[in-house]
């Protein structure tokens, strides 16, 4: 595996993917190409501008030709899809670029990368596919599909595409689905870091419905290891499950980020639930690890430590991207100013 081209590499995922991949081999360069939407962030890499083996190119998986050219820029061995419209509560304000760039853009790229012969593809989904558990059960890689909500629909429109594109031209493409990341450098809009930047604002954190949700956490270190393992010692046509073994109602999590931030519990506030929201996820693991040797390994304990000790330390980050549009979609989405 020389060269890896990775889409959406700008974003949460992508840039800590991007970055300890190179890290992790000194042989491997990666070319990221991205749009740069409202998530997507070249600061989120700024600390690889100059490496020989990084190349950015600016643009969007929906433009064949824009794909078409980049993937000639040399031989790829191998692309992984992390560009998406990946916010359930925007899905629900708008599905249009959902649609657009979740299931458009994977035609576009499995198109485009079939052409050329790209030798591996790999397409990274989510547990959202399988819909909602009840207080019993895990997610495994046979569980029925059953999306719920605009965003987990596309996701499930995409992993179709690539699973047909597997049996109708033997197209050669992996799909992982992993549960909930966290860690540095997620957009101030998922839970975690909505939650901590509003709290070292004193601001109040509005938990959907009674806070009962169960999601299953999972540093993004540890989904990253899972698509490289996926990458490297996985079987095409092969779907793989991550998570991490961390199930927390969203109340037992907010109470966490409170305690750890020494922070009022006053300053819960309950809000209207999201529409058709899931109830629980939690991942069956067992054939990631059986067959790809891969094994969660932060504990959620630590992970979540250095997730708030990152965003203190990167105050100006969060500022910044909470100066611009920020704001209106806050507005709209909890009816609410940010002070
Ligand atoms: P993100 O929203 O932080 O980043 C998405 C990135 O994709 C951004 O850099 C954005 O600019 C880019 N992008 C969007 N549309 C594009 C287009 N048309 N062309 C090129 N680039 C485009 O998302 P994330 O949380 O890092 O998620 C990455 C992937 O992982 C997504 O496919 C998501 O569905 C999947 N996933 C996320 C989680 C999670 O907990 N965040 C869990 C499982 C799977
Ligand atoms: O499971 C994987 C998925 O995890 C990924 O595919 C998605 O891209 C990612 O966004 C995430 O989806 P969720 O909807 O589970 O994540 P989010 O952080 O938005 O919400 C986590 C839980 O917290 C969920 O039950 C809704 C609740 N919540 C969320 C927000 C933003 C609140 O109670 N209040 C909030 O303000």
């Known amino acids: ?39 997507g962030n070249l600061e989120n890499l700024a600390d690889l501008e100059g490496n020989p083996r990084y190349q950015f190119a600016k643009g969007d998986i929906c433009d064949r030709e824009f794909i078409d050219r980049t993937l000639a820029l040399r031989p790829i061995d191998a692309v992984i899809n992390f560009a998406a419209e990946s916010h ?32 591996r593809y790999v397409q990274v989904s989510t547990d959202e596919v399988y819909g909602s558990l009840g207080s019993d059960g895990f997610f495994t890689e046979e569980t029925p599909l059953a999306p ?17 594109y597997f049996h109708t031209f033997h197209f050669p493409v992996i799909t992982t689905r992993c549960s909930n990341n966290y860690g540095p450098y997620q957009f101030p809009e998922k839970l975690i870091p909505l939650f901590i930047s509003n709290l070292l604002n004193d601001q109040q954190v ?18 990253c290891r899972g698509i490289d393992a996926a990458l490297r010692r996985g079987t095409p046509g092969e779907v793989y499950n991550f998570g991490g073994h961390s199930e927390l109602q969203n109340i037992e999590l907010t109470k966490k980020l ?18 058709g929201h899931d109830f629980r996820y ?15 390994q932060v504990t959620f304990e630590e992970g979540l430590t250095d997730t708030i000790e990152w965003y203190l330390g990167h105050r100006d980050w969060v500022d910044r991207i909470k100066s611009g549009a920020y704001r209106d979609y806050y507005q709209t989405q909890y009816g609410q100013r940010l002070s």
């Open 88 to 119: 359930v509560d925007r899905s629900i304000l708008d599905s249009g670029p959902f649609i657009q760039t979740n299931i458009v853009g994977t035609q576009v790229l499995l198109d485009a990368c079939r052409k050329a012969n790209i030798p």
């Open 282 to 296: 939690a991942i069956d693991t067992s054939k990631a690890e059986r067959e790809l040797g891969w094994r969660p």
């Open 148 to 164: 719920n909500s605009p965003y987990s629909a596309s996701k499930t429109a995409a992993d179709l595409l690539v699973r047909a």
């Open 206 to 223: 509005p938990v959907y419905g009674a806070g009962t949700n169960v999601r299953d956490w999972i540093h993004v270190i540890d989904h």
């Open 258 to 275: 409170l305690d750890a931030l020494k922070k009022p519990h006053s300053l819960i506030k309950y809000v209207t639930d999201r529409a």
């Open 1 to 39: 595996m020389k060269t890896i081209l990775v889409t959406g590499g700008c974003g949460f995922i992508g840039s800590n993917f991007v970055r300890w991949q190179l890290a992790t081999y000194p042989d491997v360069s990666v070319i990221n190409v991205d749009k740069l939407t409202y998530a």
